[in-house]
């Protein structure tokens, strides 16, 4: 659905800020309340102009030119790219249907990341029903062999996102587990919360010396119905014809786009904070993650616009998240030995901050309550739980860099994740701008933060 | 979503209406209300085992095998095909991609029936944009000759589903204005309102001697993104790339299934029950019409085992609906000159009824008091608007047969009609129990009526 531009919404209130605000100057917090809305901009801009950018490919690259150039334009300092190669996957003809023994009907598919192929022929074999991933793993070789495993556990929505995790063994480690009993494919229930004919992609892993296999999810819809066939097939076999023929393409090149806001105290550890550029290839990548790069971007923009931060606010567009995190490993193989004050990732779509984590040194005490008194009047409490980042800083975070979690209601998140439909239209504006007001608030405060409270 | 077998949360209410009705014989409402739930299975059944049916299909044709067995099982009189020929309009490969001036992006393309073909080697050229289907008829020759026309308006969505016929114009007449004007192809924002990457089909028609275009509509997310790529393109060309490789099969045969209730009068004319077998070809066809059926066929259900009734009931499973009416015009032809009591239609999905029109001779004023006030207590008014019945009874209601609208609840229906997500998940069986319900009430009255209100 088209939205109307949200910064045209606001005119009439920043107007009325600054007639109220009179002499005193804006805060950074100010600024993402009334301001201009780079979150929004950078989001449609970056899907219309450029849609679809997966790591390593052409199409990535021209999203790093188009990022630099919109950094540079933004008045960031020392904005560049830093790139690595990886090694890509490339998705090919995706095709499936039930075959027997009822009438052939058409299942919805995509290829997870890593997929094997079935060859330009596909193949026709047996499902092999399990209800979840547990039971793969009990199931003895023989139940699976020769045949196109299936993995059917629906997840669940969950605020905190909690469900993907369990669910999504079947995806991360489903492939696997099938392969080494000696499957021939496997085909897995979408890790999705919707109900929409759309399925949902994603990385899964073979280990070492296991030949991959072809590797599907379904929408939910398709695996309603191949469970319902399953059901009433009665001892008869349930076939399903496969073709999935993805490729590896070898070693590419992707990249990092880095972009700073110079501290005024150049002795001062920096802020990082952290997104992808990449994305799935079926989409345009709106929530996931150009939000997280719009996001973090508006923040540092309204800090920087409030005036001069002590610390160096860098901003890590990470070229390669989906399939690997090649990117936030690249960025921590270079600059994993500098300090870093503390790091912030934004993947978790737009929709509102609910639940602020910490995971800060003792000496932090003070700016823990100081973020978490400025969060709260946009509806944003402190949790006990600790903060544990995500791919693009997780190394950082490993090696032992401090963290914080501006956790966002994932309640429609999996609907959306991983398909075609994560698209500009999924972005709730108003919900865009609380997540800009609350990292803002989050990072005014951090950027000038004392070396006592952040080493 | 897998949902509960909904008859088997009934089994309480069941046993307690059967223990508390003692000795008297139940109504048919009471059975709608209590016993086992004919709407649902027929709808399950139907989707699961069949599927997809298009009219005049193979598929087509094991759809009314199936629908006579199932018709024969539940008890139902003088089951039988009535088979038509009707021409066969098929889809064949699609695809459609933004080209020019950005990225090369995918845009979710289906073709509309009867659309023309590109060739398999598919076109490449400019879109001429329009904001709805009044501009494109306003626009000079001049500016769509050699184009690929677009037309983007947005249905809105509407409990009584009103948009559709304003909004379907760009589908139902936009195609031929296009020919008419030099166009290359026409494509159209999905006559839909839902947001996501799955279009929605529908037949189109070309005056004779106008040669058909290819034709397909676009996910509303992709009209969206094709929208923004035209308000940015600043005057250089927005081109598209298209293969639409429908063809015409030729006269195939369909049928209608026809069943009834034989009634104790046979001298006293019938009540006729419609719905429609077929679907289009990228769903299952569930609320369109799988539902229809089952709601028509569950009321007929309970009325029949509350005792016989004094007319008879007579069901049409259309078996052309989608592509043309073809089912209700050859139910016309061969039994458009024996008298029907009244029609009724059920063929818009299966969300709640909401609301009854009636469209009777004056001798039926206290038979349209009867049956308002028995649908009242289920949330059902009556209103002024004059019934006017739907496709697989629109040659009846044509030559005057009355006529009564149960009007379902349209808000959602066109967020999946005509698309892959045309699935069982998208049954609500609470609001499907609704309609039998409704239908039961309204059929047991019309079914006893006397000879003096409907003629």
């Not at 992609?201 to 296991?210: A, Q, S, W």
Request: aromatic share 6%; net charge negative.
């Amino acid at each position: 659905m088209t939205r109307p531009h949200h910064a045209a919404r606001l005119t009439g209130f920043a107007a009325l800020l600054l007639a109220t605000s009179a002499s005193a100057a804006p805060t950074a917090v100010d600024l993402a309340q009334a301001g201009d809305d780079p979150a929004w901009t950078i989001t449609e801009d970056l899907t219309t102009e450029i849609g679809p950018r997966p790591a390593g490919s052409d199409r990535e690259a021209a999203a790093r030119r188009w990022a630099v150039d919109r950094l540079k334009a933004m008045g960031f300092a020392n904005v560049r790219e830093e790139a690595y190669p990886m090694p890509v996957w490339q998705r090919g003809e995706e095709d499936a249907w039930l075959t027997a023994p009822f009438l052939p009907q058409k299942l919805a598919i995509a290829a997870l990341g890593n997929s094997g192929s079935t060859g330009p022929k596909g193949m026709e074999a047996d499902v092999a029903y399990f209800g979840g991933y547990d039971a793969l793993v009990a199931a003895p070789d023989s139940a699976v062999k020769g045949k196109i495993v299936f993995i059917d556990n629906q997840m669940k929505a969950a605020q905190d996102g909690s469900g993907y995790g369990y669910y999504g063994r079947g995806r991360f480690a489903g492939p696997n587990v099938a392969a080494k009993k000696g499957a021939l494919a496997i085909v897995i229930r979408s890790i999705g919360t919707d109900n929409h004919r759309i399925a949902h992609t994603g990385v899964t892993n073979f280990e070492d010396g296991v030949k991959p296999i072809p590797a599907g999810a379904i929408s939910t819809p398709d695996a309603d119905q191949l469970a319902r066939q399953w059901a009433r097939a009665n001892g008869r076999p349930l076939r399903m014809k496969l073709l999935l023929t993805p490729q590896l393409a070898g070693k590419q090149a992707s990249g990092n786009v880095i972009a700073e806001v110079p501290g005024s105290d150049p002795a001062s550890s920096p802020v990082i904070l952290a997104c992808h550029l990449d994305s799935w290839d079926q989409g345009t990548g709106a929530i996931d993650d150009a939000t997280g790069c719009g996001i973090i971007t508006a923040a540092a923009k309204h800090v920087m616009a409030a005036g001069q931060p002590r610390r160096t606010i860098r901003l890590l567009w990470a070229g390669a998240e989906e399939v690997g995190g090649f990117g936030g490993q690249a960025y921590f193989d270079a600059h994993g030995k500098e300090k870093h004050a503390v790091a912030i990732e934004s993947d978790f779509g737009a929709d509102r901050i609910w639940r602020v984590d910490f995971k800060l040194p003792d000496s932090a005490k003070g700016l823990t309550d100081r973020i978490s008194a400025a969060l709260a009047p946009f509806g944003i409490t402190r949790s006990k739980n600790p903060a544990s980042g995500g791919t693009d800083i997780g190394a950082l975070v490993a090696a032992g860099t401090p963290v914080i979690d501006l956790q966002q209601d994932g309640t429609r998140y999996f609907d959306i994740h991983h398909t075609p439909d994560d698209t500009l239209d999924k972005v709730d504006p108003a919900q865009l701008r609380q997540n800009v007001i609350g990292w803002t608030a989050t990072l005014a405060i951090l950027a000038n933060s004392s070396d006592s409270e952040l080493p």
